[in-house]
């Protein structure tokens, strides 16, 4: 029995690939993408409760997936990670639409904590 | 060492700053005086120049003719009182019979007539062939002298008639004779003799009234006075000159340096008499007697080079301030620019470098999770404890790795946001972070006493960062090693933060302690630009705030940033 199901979008096959097995010993349903528009696309296939969304993305920026997603799932909270020690580094601003943000490398505890929240708050 | 600036590790200064330095614009602000002074001070100096050497020549010319008047006017004066009685004379001996000359009473009779229409007669005398005074009228008792051995009768016997230089003779005063020879009728030759009052002749020159600097006086062709010199003294003296040549009865005038100050010396031989008329016209050195002449030039002169050089060292003083603020403030700002490039410089490549490392270091951080996860879920896992361990110490090492990326973003991030809010404490340890080699390896304390509720405050992260890392920087390198830097911040009042950073380093000595803000000083010597605390200082109080600084040569010292919670714009 899941507790809840998460999409994660990364580039990164190693990271989300670990991310995926290591969420599912914690009871948590979770699917990679490794682009955007695929991320996209397994949205409009399966039912998620929440997304981990890379900012940095080859192709489609993360940001303009964010956009795409809430547009599509309006409801559907969207955790943002980036690649960068702090968000606040004045190159690429958090948009507004993001629940919260994460930064690498990420505490698992903290994420499925963050994860929680964004789907209470819905 | 004394703890100086150092914004950020420093080389030798640019060219650009050395040139900056004070003895620089001393050296400008001289020469610019010292040539400006010349070219404007040299057409004066030129002009003045040539008005002097005119006055001399127009001086010299005056003194010439001045000379050159006196010794016509006096030459035909004297002339005229000589001949006038030689003629008086030569009447007599020529009209009257041999007899009625041959008598004393006659003589006095003749000789009061003389003195009577002409004057300056002494006395009278006939002489014989023999030289004997036959007859004699006049104040002495000559009657019976013989004049034979005397140079004017061998000269009136040879020549008829003759004027005798001076002589005190028997009288005892200066006098001249004139002598006139006849024959009588029995063919024997005598002669008429008078004494002229040498007095006569003085009065003549007195008569002149001349000026303090002329001296007029005759001499005879021996170079004997024939009148009382102011120079050469008095009558029957030999003067030191050469007696002049005759020069066709004309007189001569010209220039003589000599014994006397600057001269012009003029003469002229007096017609049919042994005397030579002289004229010496004295004067002070050229440069005193135009000096008291053209005083108003002279005045003139000293006012305006006075005035010139004044003004001149008044606008180059302050054009080469001028200057010299201009290059500061040019300096730093390219200090403060080549300063804000390097940060931003590091903030890129600190994001690249998280970026890049960030990335991994995730990748790590979740398959060590992984590894970990499946120790501790799979029931029979080999070594589970050990395994367990050894993924904790990696996940360790992650997190080391992901301080230290955050802390370069951190302190890398934002150089163009002016106002943010900021914890003083995590700006001051963020800064400190970036000499932690340094303080490790020389065993450096940093102590923090900052109170952990402290507010935050409102300014520019960027610039407070350089504020500090610069005031760090020096009091490491002021410290030994082994030293300590005690960083505290107090409140005053509420809206006020003083940040405190004491060293106990070699400290700062007095003299150096009321320069340390100036810009370009620098105890570092060539190694320093001097810009760095000038720079601190101003943006600390651009940033509303002042900076204090109190120092014990030897023990160390402290330095005092007052940053306002809120910042307050002033100008720049």
């Known amino acids: 029995m899941y507790k809840f199901r998460v999409l994660l979008i990364d580039d990164e096959e190693e990271l989300v690939s670990a991310l995926v097995e290591r969420l599912s010993y914690r009871d948590i349903d979770s699917e990679f993408a490794l682009t955007g528009p695929e991320g996209i696309d397994k949205m409009r296939q399966s039912v998620f409760d929440v997304v981990v969304l890379d900012l940095k993305l080859p192709g489609m920026d993360g940001t303009e997936v964010l956009s795409r997603i809430k547009k599509e799932h309006p409801d559907i909270p969207v955790l943002m990670i980036t690649g960068h020690g702090s968000v606040a580094n004045g190159q690429e601003e958090i948009p507004a639409q993001a629940f919260d943000f994460l930064s690498k490398p990420i505490n698992l505890e903290d994420l499925i904590k963050k994860m929680q929240e964004a789907i209470d708050s819905g | ?572």
């Open chain 2, 1 to 572: 060492m004394v703890r100086e600036d150092k914004p950020a590790p420093a080389p030798a200064p640019s060219p650009e700053v050395a040139r900056l330095r004070v003895p620089r614009y001393r050296r400008l602000r001289r020469n610019s005086v010292l040539v400006t002074s010349l070219v404007a001070l040299f057409p004066l100096l030129i002009l003045t120049v040539f008005n002097y050497l005119q006055d001399q020549e127009a001086y010299k010319a005056e003194s010439r003719f001045a000379v050159s008047r006196v010794l016509s006017n006096t030459k035909r004066t004297l002339e005229f009182v000589i001949e006038e009685r030689r003629s008086a004379l030569s009447l007599i001996i020529n009209e009257r019979p041999c007899e009625d000359l041959c008598s004393d009473e006659d003589l006095k009779n003749i000789l009061k007539n003389l003195t009577h229409s002409f004057g300056g007669f002494i006395d009278l005398g006939l002489v014989d062939s023999e030289g004997i005074q036959e007859f004699y009228a006049g104040p002495y008792d000559l009657k019976g002298v013989n004049y034979k051995n005397q140079d004017w009768f061998h000269e009136v016997i040879l020549r008829g008639s003759y004027v005798s230089d001076v002589f005190l003779g028997y009288r005892d005063i200066p006098h001249f004779v004139i002598a006139l020879k006849n024959e009588r009728e029995d063919g024997s030759i005598f002669i008429l003799r008078a004494t002229i009052d040498m007095e006569l002749v003085n009065r003549e020159i007195y008569s002149l009234d001349m000026d303090r600097e002329t001296d007029a006086f005759i001499i005879n062709h021996k170079g004997v006075l024939q009148t009382a010199s102011l120079i050469y003294g008095n009558v029957l003296d030999t003067v030191n000159f050469d007696v002049p040549a005759h020069f066709r009865g004309r007189e001569v005038v010209e220039e003589r340096g000599g014994g006397i100050n600057w001269a012009m010396f003029g003469y002229v031989y007096i017609n049919n008499s042994q005397f030579i008329l002289v004229t010496i016209k004295r004067q002070m050195t050229p440069f005193k007697h135009w000096l008291s002449r053209r005083s108003d030039v002279v005045w003139f002169l000293g006012v305006s080079i006075t005035l010139v050089l004044l003004l001149i060292f008044y606008f180059t003083t302050n054009l080469v301030k001028q200057l010299r603020d201009a290059d500061l403030k040019r300096a730093k700002a390219f200090h403060n620019v080549e300063y804000t490039n390097k940060m931003a410089t590091i903030g890129r490549m600190a994001a690249g470098v998280a970026h890049e490392i960030n990335n991994p270091l995730a990748i790590i951080n979740e398959k060590a999770g992984l590894l970990k996860d499946l120790a501790t879920f799979t029931e029979d896992f080999p070594k589970k404890e050990k395994t367990a361990k050894l993924v904790d110490s990696i996940l360790n090492s992650v997190e080391r790795c992901s301080k230290v990326t955050r802390r370069l973003l951190g302190f890398a991030r934002r150089m163009d946001v002016p106002q943010e809010l900021i914890d003083m404490k995590n700006l001051l340890e963020e800064v400190v972070s970036f000499q932690t080699t340094e303080v490790a390896t020389r065993n450096i304390a940093i102590n923090y006493d900052i109170s952990e509720d402290l507010p935050t405050i409102e300014s520019d992260r960027g610039q407070l960062q350089q504020v500090f890392l610069n005031i760090i920087n020096n009091a490491i390198a002021a410290v030994p090693d082994g030293g300590h830097i005690d960083i505290s911040i107090v409140r005053p009042s509420d809206n006020i933060f003083d940040v405190i950073i004491k060293d106990n380093g070699a400290g700062i000595s007095k003299e150096n302690l009321e320069h340390i803000f100036e810009p370009f000083f620098s105890t570092k010597g060539e190694f320093g630009t001097g810009l760095g605390l000038s720079i601190t200082h101003d943006i600390v109080e651009r940033l509303g705030g002042k900076i204090a600084v109190k120092s014990e040569f030897g023990k160390g010292t402290v330095f005092t940033i007052t940053i306002p919670q809120k910042r307050v714009e002033i100008g720049g």
